[in-house]
């Protein structure tokens, strides 16, 4: 379906707003071209046949009050005209943002991988505002231009058809200027949006990085890279303009000065003969109604480059509505009892580049199992596979014995918590980050799964306790403060199998035995994995599986890979002698 027809689409949703709105348009654009035929009359009848005896002021009297009368019922009309379709505009928005944002939810993580947050926040933002502006600003004037265009040509036809004829003109001038326009405004467009998105990425990823900026005195190096996108920005910006800046007044002027001589050619010369002269009144409302007509034209012409702001906008929204996402699904499955299988797994990023080759291991209910290697050995890429951030390039992944490619994301998850290595909170309280709003998460759940991991250490400190207001990424936090709100949170959920990616590598010493106490008194019946840098914190797992380039290369318990000689107790050794952390 083309962008045109999808828009299109969305406004039918509302077609009771539209259409009523439309309706009391065309009885304001009635009302409001009247007034030219009353003047008309006044002049005619009353006013130009006087000019030898008095005036009678009691008609005129009367047709001035309905002029009056028409004008407030006119400016009535439109005032509930304005709020009707105005209204329906908002609505449109405020359903395809909804739409937007939760089919991003559906979206893959492979998808985010390659596209900054930024340029993802000026489709939501940006694009969707200028869609907005197409249906609050450009169609309503459409609409009204094209009501009030159809409405003065019926009067100038019912006056004079020739006259009428004649100004028929316009429509093929306003046609051809919109094609040429379009033309040249649609590659333009698409590349001041994409310079906007690029932008807006750059603003994102700065606001992030700033404290790397400034530690590392980057700030004008990407002041100057900032300055290059902008630049670009302006020179796209600055060629539109010089083609706006021919548009509007200036076009609509020319226009409006060819129909003034086609008038006072037809009735100054051309029409006029010793049978046929022109009333004072007729000729005042052909002026009036050519003059009140190249209102709407301007207004129509100068809709021109929102209207094509609008459809590159609309083109980027529903091109990121069309990428293929999974529905969320609420089927809900029994508890795993958590034994996990990899199965001759392979997996790669980007074509056949596999980081992870023919991976296969068993982890059984409630056992322990470390994954320990070099950074870039493939430890976290099991972890993705495991939660289904990625799906896997050849073999399977079971759990239970059921295989989870074959299982809704949202239903594998559903018994699965995770603990990150930079833990991620958002905006709201302590408690609100351990609960994540479910409502299955009590206050006293949340409180619960503090005190087991040693809350009292993020409390002590905290004046609200678990209502502490907690900014954007926790930023008023210590990183172990943020570590243990984290490691609650998975807790909290009770989950089956629990993934710890690289969990206690920010925290200190006397924090990570809180965590290790907490950890021994809670993995009963659950299985977990464990991805460490210290491997001081994993000589208690029942299996560590040692990585290498994407493959198991060594497995066993902390005494057996110890009098293996390989690389895990090489890596032991060397972190037990200088005390620093391995990848």
């Known amino acids: 379906m083309g962008t045109g027809k999808r828009l299109v689409q969305y406004a039918l949703d509302y077609k009771k707003l539209l259409i009523t ?13 009247m007034g030219p035929m009353i003047a008309k009359r006044i002049i005619d009848d009353h006013i130009a046949t006087s000019i030898d005896k008095s005036i009678n002021f009691t008609p005129i009297a009367k047709l001035l009050a309905v002029f009056f009368g028409l004008a407030i019922v006119t400016a009535v009309l439109r005032y509930f005209q304005y709020l009707l379709l105005q209204k329906a505009a908002n609505r449109i928005i405020q359903k395809m943002r909804n739409e937007l944002y939760a089919h991003i939810q559906t979206l893959p993580i492979r998808y985010f991988d390659n596209l900054p947050a930024g340029k993802v926040v000026a489709r939501i933002t940006n694009d969707t505002e200028a869609i907005r502006n197409l249906y609050v600003t450009v169609v309503s004037q459409f609409a009204i231009s094209g009501m009030y265009m159809l409405g003065i040509f019926i009067a100038l036809f019912y006056l004079d058809p020739k006259m009428g004829a004649i100004t028929l003109f316009v429509l093929p001038v306003l046609y051809v200027w919109m094609k040429l326009y379009r033309r040249f ?49 302006f020179k796209y910006q600055s060629k539109l303009l010089k083609v706006e800046a021919a548009t509007s007044h200036n076009l609509v002027d020319i226009i409006r000065s060819l129909a003034f001589v086609f008038l006072i ?4 010369g051309a029409s006029i003969t010793a049978e046929s002269i022109v009333s004072v009144g007729m000729l005042y409302a052909f002026v009036d109604y050519i003059t009140r007509l190249f209102n709407p034209i301007t207004g129509v012409v100068n ?59 068993e982890a059984k209910q409630g056992e322990t199992v470390a994954l320990v290697g070099h950074t870039g050995s493939g430890k976290s890429s099991i972890m993705n596979l495991l939660f289904r951030f990625y799906d896997v390039s050849k073999g399977k992944i079971t759990i239970d014995g059921m295989n989870i490619g074959e299982m809704s994301r949202q239903t594998i998850r559903d018994h699965m918590g995770i603990v990150l290595q930079d833990p991620y909170l958002f905006s709201g309280t302590v408690e609100s980050n351990i609960s994540l709003g479910d409502s299955r998460i009590s206050r006293e759940r949340v409180q619960k799964a503090l005190d087991a991991v040693g809350g009292e250490r993020v409390l002590k400190h905290l004046p609200g306790g678990i209502d502490e207001p907690v900014v954007e990424k926790g930023s008023t936090l210590s990183s172990g403060q943020r570590q243990l709100i984290s490691f609650a949170r998975a807790l909290a959920f009770d989950p089956a199998i629990l993934i710890l990616d690289e969990a206690t590598s920010n925290i200190d010493t006397e924090t990570e035995e809180i965590i290790q106490h907490a950890m021994d008194v809670l993995k009963k019946g659950r299985t977990t994995f464990i991805i460490a840098h210290r491997l001081s914190t994993i000589k208690n797992a029942d299996r560590i599986l040692v990585l290498d380039r994407g493959e198991i290369v060594e497995q066993g318990n902390h005494d057996e890979l110890l009098a293996l000689g390989g690389q895990y107790a090489q890596m032991y050794k060397l972190q037990a002698g200088n005390g620093t952390k391995t990848g």
């Open 185 to 233: 405004a649609a590659k333009v467009n698409h590349i001041i949006r994409s310079k906007n998105s690029e932008m807006n990425a750059m603003i994102n990823e700065s606001i992030n990085g700033m404290t790397i900026i400034q530690a590392f005195r980057r700030e004008k190096q990407m002041d100057g890279e900032f300055n290059a996108i902008n630049d670009e920005h």
């Open 21 to 33: 709105g439309l309706v009391l348009l065309g009885f304001a654009v009635a009302a409001d071209l």
């Open 303 to 361: 809709q021109f480059a929102r209207l094509e702001h609008s459809l590159v906008a609309a083109e980027r929204v529903f091109g990121l509505m069309d990428r293929p996402g999974e529905a969320v699904s609420d089927e809900k499955i029994a508890r795993y009892r958590g034994n996990v299988r990899f199965e001759d797994v392979w997996f790669a990023y980007k074509d056949e580049e596999y980081v992870l080759k023919d991976i296969s291991f």
């Open 265 to 268: 050619w037809y009735f100054g």
